[in-house]
């Protein structure tokens, strides 16, 4: 695809070479993301950042990326702060905001409102989640992370083994990576869920079309057998009728120490989009896994800023342009992002 210009609404848009371009200029990114060197090549670019859902690292990763490619951030955090709550269309938000901005990335509760609004945008408009449908920021991310924890230990996308572990029905983050894996070969995907929050029906099929193994199964411990990565998800309780009915699925599938080092191969590495629920009556990863050199969350999290500021340089046709106008930062801090 082209990415100048382009809304980034759906992983549905990359073909695997697209992929390949985010991911080599995410690599280029690390200097100034690890605060070694500093580009103003976006100086003077506006991005506004507009999340109508609860958001803490996507909607902070964003703007740190944007800020450390030299651009400023203006953005609204409260549907009932914003002029949404005074029955304002997304047409009208979107004309003015696009306005205001040169880039926009906006998070809704609805499937399909990031799409709409971006129709009306004059400017580019990257999908930052829209209710449970798809998160393509994040699926770039995991997958960039998954691409370099197997480096590390030899082993490629192509032919790996994947369990995905949760809310798969409403986990917008399993729905993106899940539709990007189709893009790979020969994969084992494990599908750990309760059957009433299993896979949404299309993506399996499709996976299934496209030659991989997919296993639906409820019993995790089984499930978690040779892993190359285990992906863990919460419920979803936002997307539930009830507090009530989130309660039946809270707590039923949990990684610890005991679980992990029971069935999983030594190796596998361990994933979560965050924030993790780690209240007693979830807790789907427990604390007693943070020391453990597999678990790869927190550099999940480091790598979002690389691949949110690939998809703005990218988008705003400045990728060439990032070192031209770099110089050193004087209070790098040696060994921060080791
Ligand atoms: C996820 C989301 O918002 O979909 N969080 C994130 O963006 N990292 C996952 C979640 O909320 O469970």
């Given at each position: 695809m082209d990415f100048r210009?382009?809304?980034?609404?759906?992983?549905?848009?990359?073909n695997r070479e697209?992929?390949?371009?985010?991911?080599?200029?995410?690599?280029?990114?690390?200097?100034?993301?690890?605060?070694?060197?500093?580009?103003?090549?976006?100086?003077?670019?506006?991005?506004?950042?507009?999340?109508?859902?609860?958001?803490?690292?996507?909607?902070?990763?964003?703007?740190?990326?944007?800020?450390?490619?030299?651009?400023?951030?203006?953005?609204?955090?409260?549907?009932?702060?914003?002029?949404?709550?005074?029955?304002?269309?997304?047409?009208?938000?979107?004309?003015?905001?696009?306005?205001y901005s040169d880039v926009i990335v906006m998070r809704h509760p609805h499937v399909g409102a990031?799409?709409?609004?971006?129709?009306?945008?004059?400017?580019?408009?990257?999908?930052?989640?829209?209710?449970?449908?798809e998160h393509p920021s994040q699926a770039l991310l995991d997958l960039y992370t998954i691409r370099k924890e197997l480096q590390s230990k030899q082993v490629e996308i192509d032919g790996m083994h994947i369990a995905m572990v949760g809310d798969l029905k409403h986990g917008r983050?399993?729905?993106s990576l899940s539709r990007l894996l189709k893009l790979y070969k020969k994969l084992k995907i494990t599908l750990i869920s309760p059957k009433e929050l299993a896979m949404p029906e299309e993506i399996v099929s499709d996976l299934r079309s496209g030659g991989h193994e997919v296993i639906e199964?409820?019993?995790?411990e089984?499930?978690?057998?040779?892993?190359?990565?285990?992906?863990?998800?919460?419920?979803?309780?936002?997307?539930?009728?009830?507090?009530?009915?989130?309660?039946?699925?809270?707590?039923?599938?949990?990684?610890?120490?005991?679980?992990?080092?029971?069935?999983?191969?030594?190796?596998?590495?361990?994933?979560?989009?965050?924030?993790?629920d780690s209240r007693a009556d979830a807790n789907e990863l427990d604390n007693?896994?943070?020391?453990?050199?597999?678990?790869?969350?927190?550099?999940?999290?480091?790598?979002?800023?690389?691949?949110?500021m690939a998809l703005f340089a990218l988008i705003l046709d400045v990728a060439d342009k990032v070192d031209e106008t770099s110089t050193e930062v004087g209070w790098y801090t040696e060994g921060r992002f080791d």
């Open positions: 210009g382009a809304h980034i609404l759906s992983v549905e848009q990359f697209d992929v390949e371009t985010v991911f080599s200029v995410a690599d280029s990114m690390e200097p100034y993301a690890h605060r070694k060197r500093m580009t103003k090549v976006l100086d003077g670019a506006i991005l506004g950042n507009m999340f109508f859902e609860p958001s803490t690292r996507t909607r902070v990763s964003f703007g740190c990326a944007f800020n450390l490619l030299g651009g400023d951030v203006r953005e609204t955090t409260d549907v009932k702060a914003s002029s949404i709550s005074k029955g304002e269309s997304l047409y009208d938000t979107a004309r003015v905001i696009s306005g990031v799409a709409e609004f971006a129709k009306a945008s004059r400017v580019p408009v990257i999908n930052g989640g829209d209710g449970p449908n983050t399993v729905h199964t409820e019993d995790m089984e499930g978690l057998h040779d892993n190359d990565t285990v992906y863990l998800t919460r419920i979803q309780e936002e997307r539930f009728t009830s507090k009530l009915e989130a309660d039946i699925y809270r707590g039923r599938f949990r990684l610890n120490q005991a679980i992990y080092t029971r069935n999983c191969q030594p190796n596998t590495v361990i994933m979560h989009p965050l924030p993790r007693d896994l943070n020391q453990h050199p597999n678990l790869a969350i927190f550099r999940q999290t480091d790598n979002g800023v690389l691949v949110r």
